[in-house]
């Protein structure tokens, strides 16, 4: 079955980077879109970024610019760099997939849903 384990996140402070990685198993990342969502305190679950079988991205519109999508299909590894970040993004970041192309970014809809791994921004 599809199951994913997020690294990676860790305390920092506005302005720094992390790389997270999700490391996917149970399928192809080739044929699947997979995405990054993350959740904060109190907070519903959104998504981040999607990356399509063909590796077509997109990134949520405030967070462009700035969040990066990238997978590796021979490891079957996806990642997302962040950038510059913010107290904002403070949340438990976490990956997922579904079948097929990504329509809608509802975490309904997708599958694999791991740990999470938590990130944390100090001003």
């Known amino acids: 079955q599809v199951q994913m384990v997020e690294s990676g996140g860790g305390s920092v402070q506005a302005g720094g980077s992390l790389r997270l990685s999700c490391e996917a198993s149970?399928?192809?990342?080739?044929?699947?879109?997979m995405g990054w969502f993350r959740q904060a305190p109190g907070k519903e679950r959104e998504a981040v970024a999607s990356?399509?079988?063909?590796?077509?991205?997109t990134v949520a519109d405030s967070l462009k610019g700035r969040f990066t999508i990238s997978k590796d299909n021979v490891k079957n590894i996806l990642y997302l760099q962040m950038n510059n970040l913010k107290p904002e993004d403070t949340a438990t970041y976490y990956c997922?997939?579904?079948?097929?192309?990504?329509?809608?970014?509802?975490?309904?809809?997708?599958?694999?849903w791991g740990q999470g791994t938590q990130v944390t921004v100090s001003s």
């Open positions: 997922a997939a579904r079948p097929g192309p990504c329509g809608s970014l509802l975490p309904r809809y997708f599958a694999g």
């Open positions: 149970g399928f192809q990342t080739s044929s699947y879109c």
């Open positions: 990356i399509l079988s063909t590796g077509s991205t």
